[in-house]
């Protein structure tokens, strides 16, 4: 049986992406649709490495009929298009921030809190996690199973993809001006990007944290436990593609390196490449176009009764959106529709 897919947001980083994920996985669908603002209204997307999409306009698309809508429009215009096409009875995947905290809307990330997915038709919305708390519950859940997470710092190392397309074209052309002499002032970021690093990514709050600080500790304690006590610094970095995170674990029971080790290891979706003696790493360079969650640098934090030291590595446009979408599309599929 194939499914009528609309993808919204199609020519943005992450709808591009998701069409691409779509064809490569093979989702099961009898037709695909492209779906963005009136100003992308004709533009041509790829599906795969044969098809063409016409891009269409989405402030009077129909969505009746259509099983599945994968969103990453930006969150005011999923506040207004989500509901209208979830009436219709298309279940809509949503990337955007707007449903993530809405107690009826489940967040998942299938590895870690698929069973989550069983109240998805109190509003036929799913939410997609931020990027960042993708990749690090994903490091959490195999270790948390085995000896609870009590409290948990991180530091981000971000992307500039994260922000979109303008974004990446910003870090290269000011990358450019630089090796002339010139400098080019920041449009997407509040500080030039090129040769820095920014520790501000979305709005500040009145406590000082930023939004992004916040969705990783918001999001996480909601797909993994309540609980965990969390504290993130969320820096964005010159780089093209790819999300890295130092994370700092204190436990309520013992893990040593070894035991945590084997954990990941054999968890679904993470790859641990940590060979401390050889060199080997991983970093953005290393994953981007990859669908996993790298691990590396596991050691004790000696500093705290049980504690440990992570580096976590994933490719942010694909299992930090676009992947990790179109696999609650899968689980969706398998386990309901």
């Known amino acids: 049986m194939g499914y009528r897919v609309v993808v919204v ?20 669908v009898d037709e695909v649709v492209a779906v963005a603002s009136s100003g ?32 990453s429009p930006g969150s005011s215009v999923s506040a207004e298009h989500a509901p209208r096409a979830a009436e219709t009875g298309c279940i809509v995947i949503d990337n955007t921030s707007h449903f993530r905290m809405d107690e009826d809307v489940p967040l998942i990330v299938p590895e870690v809190n698929r069973h989550d997915l069983v109240d998805f038709s109190k509003r036929n919305i799913i939410a997609n ?11 959490l859940k195999p270790l948390h199973d085995v000896a609870p997470v009590r409290r948990v710092v991180v530091a981000t190392y971000q992307s500039v993809s994260g922000a979109g397309r303008r974004a990446m074209d910003e870090l290269f052309n000011q ?3 630089v090796f002339f002499n010139e400098r080019l002032s920041p449009t997407n970021f509040p500080r030039e990007i090129a040769f820095n690093v920014i520790p501000h990514i979305d709005a500040f709050q009145p406590d000082g944290s930023t939004k992004e600080e ?18 993130a610094t969320c820096v964005r970095v010159p780089v093209f593609v790819g999300h890295a995170e130092a994370i700092n674990i204190e436990f309520d029971a013992p893990i040593d390196v070894e035991e945590a080790r084997s954990v990941l290891g054999s968890a679904e979706g993470v790859i641990v490449i940590d060979d401390p003696e050889n060199d080997e790493y991983a970093t953005p360079i290393d994953v981007a176009g990859e669908t996993g969650v790298y691990i590396s640098r596991i050691r004790q934090d000696k500093t705290v009764e049980y504690g440990l030291n992570l580096w976590v590595v994933s490719d942010n446009l694909r299992k930090g959106a676009a992947l990790n979408s179109v696999q609650i599309a899968e689980a969706l599929v398998e386990d309901y529709l």
């Open 175 to 177: 990358t450019r001006k």
């Open 40 to 71: 992308s209204v004709g533009k041509e997307v790829s599906y795969g490495d044969i098809d063409v999409l016409k891009v269409r306009a989405l402030d009077d698309f129909d969505f009746s009929g259509f099983d599945i809508g994968l969103f």
């Open 9 to 28: 947001g199609a020519t943005g980083n992450v709808g591009r992406e998701m069409l691409s994920i779509l064809s490569e996985r093979e989702f099961p």
């Open 129 to 139: 996690p931020n990027c960042s708390t993708i990749q690090m519950v994903m490091a």
């Open 214 to 231: 916040l969705k990783m500790v918001r999001e996480t304690q909601k797909i993994l436990d309540p609980s965990i006590q969390i504290n």
